[in-house]
């Protein structure tokens, strides 16, 4: 699976999670998961078992700490496969 | 706007009327209502459900899951159309962390907000300290626990809950929730008192304003329909039989054939307001509240965990009109809790003695359950707006399918109304509910005269 394909999933599974709706227009691999598009930190919960499920990996506890932005979800998932 | 940020200055200098303690009021405050909001299994929005009443429109219908699963009743009151309307009234991640229940409480409390003429605040704006909520529900969330949660945690997959579990689990989800929608910054909790809950809420919000506390409260309550949510009450043989191919002749309470009650679903949510805050920002007021009470029976003379102390429900009733301080033949029309059940000539046997009156002096009697079935923890929540719509509209919707009337309530067959009636004159109305666990609440509703 190619970065962008990675990216674009990433960004779907996030879509729903999302309470800044115009940051979304303009996402990229630095913006912040929860202070730009302003998801409620209770819900990366649910965004890394969604990970789990569409790539197939399994996310530790401590990894899913370490995800700050898009593009660390991203290098997460690319590394894990 | 203004009006907001002026009570923003007033309770920072400690001059606003409900953020001085209780005991510096030195005449209780008046309340009135000025928003209704109302998700039922006949209609959705006040102007609508005003309408359905009328029009005596039911709410009931067949529901084929229930015959599959082996009720006895299968036929209920569930609010249609609720797909549409979510997402209008509710962003994709407020949902999912959101069930039926919840959900309910929101259109409606949101309703009663806007049909007050209030704006829905922004989520950078500040909270507004002197409005709260206190919406109850009967059963909560069970349909999540049963469907989602018992079976992943038997299954070992506690970490495949996800977050939101404990959000849609927790009994005071739906005022949590309403909080937040409309950035509530006084008391907001969820109450629960079986069927009476809906009005409890309503007495309890209306005693907190009245004691200078707040001033607005949205009151009410909710409940989500689900065989879950039903089963125990099918298996207590207490829902209705027999009517199964006939749904809409299946609610009747007062009846001779009466079999039990048909249960309900939705949500009815009222804003209540101080005088004060509703005169300041010059809002319409629809009626006003002049009495309440809630107590309980105690499980003695008579009473139980499932039938009333006939004491109980008299002396709530006396005491909410004792605080109206009217006299009992000022009230023109009961809306009764009656639900269908054997419960339903007691019932009425008690609203004469406890305004002592005789029969053919009684206030009109029906019910809003002969449309919509019992829902449950809101049934307090609906009957409260239905009263104020009659109050508002002058008019007293037919309690349907009694027909047949029950023996026991024959001296009161003449005030007992099968088609709807035009009432201009009407003033009061006295609303209760009782619930399991010999608990009752009662509220009186009055026409806004301005004196």
Redesign the interface.
Known sequence: MMQTEVFEKVVGILK????EPEALERVGPDTSILGDLKV?S?????VV?EMEDAFGIAISDEEADSVRSVGDAVSLVLRKR | MSARGDERREVQAGRAAWARPAAKRETPARVVVTGLGVIAPNAHGADAFAAALRGMKSGIRRHERLAELGFACQVGGVPEGVEALRTRYLREEELLAMNPNMVYAAIAAIDAWKHAGLAQPGPEDEPDWGAGAILGTGIGGIDTIAEQLVPRVDAGKVSRLGSTMVERIMSSGNSARVAGLLALGNQVSTNSSACTTGTEAVVQAFLRIRSGLAARMLAGGSEGHSPYIWAGFDGMRVLARGKNDRPEEASRPMSATASGFVPGSGAGVLLLESLESARRRGARILAEVIGGYVNCGGHRGGGSMTAPNPTGVRRCIRGAVEMAGIHPSRIGAINGHLTATFADPHEVASWAAALDLPPSRMPWIHSTKSLIGHALGAAGGIECVASVLELAGGFVHGSANCEDLHPALAPFAERIPHRTIDAPDLDVVAKASFGFGDVNGCAIFRRFHEE
Do not use: S
Request: charged share 25%.
């Open positions: 729903p999670f999302v309470r409620n209770a819900r990366l919960v649910d078992l």
